[in-house]
């Protein structure tokens, strides 16, 4: 008899190193269920890494979060979809074949393995000059104000040429946004972030395509003039809302738990300080031990799909649950344990298929960067704080910490 499905959806986690008790349940009774929502509509959800890894490389799974049957996870999403068009700008990660393989083509060249070699020195000058600022402060200090939040949100305005002085601006927005309130506040909350987003971003361009430099934007302007003989605006609006929301509200979230987790493990920290080349593969444990982006993997079905034991029917929502997945005991031996001698990069922190993480490269680089440079120069950091007194992101798009006060 298959087991009963979820008692509600979406889960917090209550524990932050695992994911919910129940999720694990799924996954090894009824990996393939469905679960009713908090908007009241019905959507299945995945829990295996197989089977995740299968709907994400389908073309039958659409990622059109226009659709009205899209499974959305977080109430204001609910209500932001009643009219998609105003409330959402036009992002790549919303797109399918064939206007996503021209999108994601046409900025590709930007996250290369060179372009970030090309990088790597001034992300290395902002996180030094971060840190030395935490070393001439008084103790203790929030790690992520000083330092989680400051260096991808340096990096990303950088990289796209958006003034570093109107990043508060865009962080408060951006933690709007991403944030899974409930009631017409929250609704309103959001897309009203999102307006301002949008809003700053489509100025930003304008003045752009007035004064060209060398940034990610500008380039992108010029290629548009080159090959169109004009610009699509909205598109580029589209295509910074996600590079600056993503490019530091999941890196940021990511520093900030990879801190935590390496200050309490001696074996790893100790592993890379000898060796800085493990800072990679710790990057890639670290990915996958706490899957930040538990819910955002979600597809809508456009035929008949026979998944596991059911059938998914054209138009069923399908949500992955990306955080278990990289706990399948089917594909990781001892998967509950942090390991980062384990060697797996065939994690789903940043998805899989067409629509796998854009900028992986530059958020991998950041990451290896950051925890070599912090454990090198601050070997005793440490929590100043018990864990249990933390404040962990449960409402959320994007897990992490609110708070990390450190001493050494």
């Given at each position: 008899?298959?087991?009963?499905?979820?008692?509600?959806?979406?889960?917090?986690?209550?524990?932050?190193?695992?994911?919910?008790?129940?999720?694990?349940?799924?996954?090894?009774?009824?990996?393939?269920?469905?679960?009713?929502?908090?908007?009241?509509?019905?959507?299945?959800?995945?829990?295996?890494?197989?089977?995740?890894?299968?709907?994400?490389?389908?073309?039958?799974?659409?990622?059109?979060?226009?659709?009205?049957?899209?499974?959305?996870?977080?109430?204001?999403?609910?209500?932001?979809?009643?009219?998609?068009?105003?409330a959402?700008?036009?992002?790549?990660?919303?797109?399918?074949?064939?206007e996503?393989?021209?999108?994601?083509?046409?900025?590709?060249?930007?996250?290369?393995?060179?372009?970030?070699?090309?990088?790597?020195?001034?992300?290395?000058?902002?996180?030094?000059?971060?840190?030395?600022?935490?070393?001439?402060?008084?103790?203790?200090?929030?790690?992520?104000?000083?330092l989680?939040?400051?260096?991808?949100?340096l990096?990303?305005?950088?990289?796209?040429?958006?003034?570093?002085?109107?990043?508060?601006?865009?962080?408060?927005?951006?933690?709007?946004?991403?944030?899974?309130?409930?009631?017409?506040?929250?609704?309103e909350?959001?897309?009203?972030?999102?307006?301002?987003?949008?809003?700053?971003?489509?100025?930003?361009?304008?003045?752009?395509?007035?004064?060209?430099?060398?940034?990610?934007?500008?380039?992108?302007?010029?290629?548009?003039?080159?090959a169109?003989?004009?610009?699509?605006?909205?598109?580029?609006?589209?295509?910074?809302?996600?590079?600056?929301?993503?490019?530091?509200?999941?890196?940021a979230?990511?520093?900030?738990?990879g801190?935590?987790?390496?200050?309490?493990?001696?074996?790893?920290?100790?592993?890379?300080?000898?060796?800085?080349?493990?800072?990679?593969?710790?990057?890639?444990?670290?990915?996958?031990?706490?899957?930040?982006?538990?819910?955002?993997?979600?597809?809508?079905?456009?035929?008949?799909?026979?998944?596991?034991?059911?059938?998914i029917?054209?138009?069923?929502?399908?949500?992955?649950?990306?955080?278990?997945?990289n706990?399948?005991?089917?594909?990781?031996?001892?998967?509950?344990?942090?390991?980062?001698?384990?060697?797996?990069?065939?994690?789903?922190?940043?998805?899989?298929?067409?629509?796998?993480?854009?900028?992986?490269?530059?958020?991998?680089?950041?990451?290896?960067?950051?925890?070599?440079?912090?454990?090198?120069?601050?070997?005793?950091?440490?929590?100043?704080?018990?864990?249990?007194?933390?404040?962990?992101?449960?409402?959320?798009?994007?897990?992490?910490?609110?708070?990390?006060?450190?001493?050494?």
């Open positions: 008899m298959p087991a009963e499905p979820a008692a509600a959806f979406p889960i917090a986690r209550t524990c932050p190193y695992a994911p919910h008790k129940e999720h694990v349940r799924l996954q090894q009774e009824a990996p393939v269920t469905r679960v009713t929502l908090p908007s009241g509509s019905d959507a299945w959800v995945i829990a295996r890494h197989s089977d995740i890894r299968r709907v994400l490389a389908d073309a039958r799974f659409s990622s059109n979060r226009g659709r009205p049957e899209f499974p959305r996870v977080g109430v204001q999403d609910g209500e932001l979809a009643a009219q998609p068009e105003a959402l700008p036009k992002v790549m990660l919303a797109m399918d074949a064939p996503h393989g021209v999108a994601r083509r046409a900025v590709l060249g930007e996250f290369t393995h060179r372009r970030m070699a090309e990088l790597k020195p001034r992300i290395q000058e902002i996180v030094d000059e971060q840190i030395d600022a935490m070393l001439a402060g008084p103790r203790p200090v929030d790690l992520v104000r000083a989680a939040l400051p260096v991808p949100s990096v990303i305005c950088e990289l796209l040429g958006v003034p570093f002085e109107d990043h508060d601006f865009f962080q408060t927005r951006s933690a709007l946004v991403v944030k899974q309130g409930e009631g017409p506040e929250a609704t909350n959001a897309q009203s972030a999102m307006q301002e987003l949008t809003g700053y971003l489509d100025s930003l361009l304008k003045a752009k395509e007035k004064n060209l430099t060398d940034d990610l934007l500008s380039r992108q302007i010029l290629q548009q003039r080159e169109n003989g004009s610009v699509d605006r909205a598109d580029l609006v589209g295509l910074s809302f996600l590079l600056l929301v993503a490019g530091h509200e999941t890196t979230n990511m520093i900030a738990l801190a935590l987790q390496l200050s309490q493990d001696a074996n790893a920290r100790t592993a890379i300080l000898h060796d800085p080349d493990k800072a990679a593969p710790a990057v890639e444990e670290l990915l996958r031990y706490f899957t930040i982006a538990e819910h955002v993997l979600a597809r809508v079905a456009t035929e008949d799909v026979e998944l596991g034991d059911q059938i029917r054209a138009g069923d929502g399908v949500l992955a649950l990306s955080n278990v997945a706990r399948d005991p089917q594909v990781f031996t001892d998967p509950d344990a942090f390991d980062i001698e384990r060697g797996a990069r065939n994690h789903l922190a940043f998805g899989h298929g067409p629509h796998q993480c854009l900028g992986q490269n530059l958020a991998r680089l950041e990451l290896q960067v950051v925890f070599d440079t912090l454990l090198r120069r601050i070997p005793d950091l440490r929590s100043a704080v018990p864990v249990e007194q933390l404040s962990f992101k449960a409402d959320t798009l994007a897990y992490g910490i609110h708070e990390l006060p450190v001493t050494w």
